[in-house]
């Protein structure tokens, strides 16, 4: 299942100043029950016969943007961004199609 979240949000921030555009925090609840078939269901036997579990789990992520300004046209920094894309890239490799998907 793939699920979708959009912010918008227009900044002016001035170079190498940072700007947090937003979060989102999602939080899943898993509680299971497991136990002997049949003993874990008989009222008094079924303490001794059978576990139960409860999860919480929080997933938080913020985004944070920290723009810098190119006056000029330097290759050495061209290919410096361009390798940083890459490693990101290398990181998340579903990202590039994922984002293209929900163009």
Do not use: W
């Amino acid at each position: 299942m793939i699920s979708q979240r959009k912010v918008e949000h227009e900044i002016r921030p001035k170079d190498g100043e940072m700007s947090l555009l937003g979060g989102m925090v999602e939080q899943h609840d898993t509680q299971s029950l497991a136990g002997i078939p049949g003993l874990s269901q008989i009222p008094i036997l079924k303490y001794l016969f059978s576990q139960k579990n409860a999860e919480v789990t929080d997933n938080e992520i913020v985004f944070a943007v920290i723009p810098h300004i190119v006056r000029r046209r330097d290759p050495g920094l061209l290919y410096q961004c361009r390798d940083q894309v890459e490693r990101l890239n290398s990181y998340l490799p579903y990202c590039a199609t994922s984002a293209a998907a929900f163009s």
